[in-house]
């Protein structure tokens, strides 16, 4: 997974230069010393580095990212010796510090000089991590005061040893922290969603020109994976949500009933691009379609249109969601509910991030973020209706990245 992840398309320094200021600007507000990311999405955020034991193998609390308030302070990457071996050495702005795992390394030729003499775990130990995040601190004169640690994304054995291990260290929760940081992209970051979105509807438009009545699910989702195959950078699907007709239900095994005329098919598809995903949404029909399919689109359209309208800077989030969830109802959709109509785009692996448009959002929109705005319907004896557009906010608006067209077309 996420092998486009890798030197194919290295981080640009600076990107990683713009968001250590920025976190630096953060910390000395809130008066933190350093600010500590342990999921893989937060640890390659704040590194450029993307841990396997993370992604790929999908293992917890195996590596940390510790970025200081003092600027003259390398950020340091804890991670098991056999992983760090393989970090790139393009990170200038990173030094590396190593515990054991269960996998030895041997050094024949004394390249490296020294050797473990201890008793290799039988899987990560999340204490001897912890132990070297201390360790390193005081080595940086953080002895005491206040640290930022992702405490509610770790698994509670794992916050537990982190406690044990902090001694006169303040922890402090560092999710809202990295909210903020990753609400707003850098130019590096926004290039990365433009290359998604783009290539998430030419994965579109390749599947669409296969369908016909008769085509399952299943064909329509091999057909998208194979138009991507043809897109540059070795991006892949972040995720694929097909439906046609009735089922509406998310799948991880497609369906492969036959479809029918007047069947609508929904595309909610994201590509990943050096691990940002793109998520975009879009509906189609198998010939003509009813009258109760057009009633919803219709109303879902002059929906998704005034979000478009509503989008600037300075805007709270919450404010949109109420008055969009008015306009679908009153253009017939009288019992139309949803938690919320849009969301950030970026690293998260679950496609959706937060800030989200929705009644409990405060937060406004800010130029160089990069939302998701999506009206989406699900419906039994109907199935998935949906629209869905990235757009980037500007200082004046926004700019849909979407080129596809946002009707309902007939195939």
Known sequence: ?????????????????????????????????????????????????????????????????????????????????FEAAGVVSDLPQCEIRAYPTWVDVDDPLGLKGGQYQGKRPVSP?????????MQVLAEH????????????????????????????VELMEAGAIFTELRAVKSPWEITQLRKGCAYAEAGITEAVRTIGVGSSAAEIVEAFRKGLMKRPDFSTARFHMISVGANFAPAHNFDTRPSEPGDVIKFDVGVDVAG??????????????????????????????????????????????????????????ENYNRGHLGHSAGLSL??????????????VFRPGMVICLETPYYGYGIGSIMIEDMVLVTEHGCERLNELSRDLISI
């Open 1 to 81: 997974m996420h092998k486009e992840l890798n030197a194919l398309i290295p981080i640009d320094p600076e990107h990683l230069k713009n968001l250590a200021e920025r976190a630096r600007l953060i910390m000395e507000n809130e008066e933190l010393d350093a600010i500590v990311a342990s999921t893989c999405e937060n640890f390659y955020y704040l590194s450029g580095h993307p841990s396997t034991f993370m992604y790929t193998l999908r293992m917890n609390e195996v590596a940390l990212a510790v970025l200081f308030r003092d600027p003259s302070c390398k950020t340091i990457l804890i991670m098991n010796e």
């Open 125 to 133: 130990q999340a204490e001897e991590m912890f132990g070297l995040l």
């Open 141 to 168: 004169g953080v002895t005491r005061g206040k640290v930022a640690v992702e405490l509610s994304a770790m698994r509670h054995g794992s916050a537990l040893s982190l406690k044990s291990a902090a001694g006169a």
């Open 276 to 333: 940002y995903g793109s998520d975009i949404a879009r509906t189609f029909v198998l010939g003509d379609p009813s009258d109760t399919v057009k009633r919803i689109y219709d109303a879902l359209r002059i929906g998704h249109d005034r979000l478009l309208e509503l989008i600037e800077p300075g805007v709270p989030m919450n404010s949109v969601f109420h008055e969009v969830m008015d306009v679908i109802r009153r253009s017939g959709l």
């Open 350 to 363: 679950a496609a959706e991030e937060a800030p989200f448009i929705s009644p409990s959002e405060t937060a």
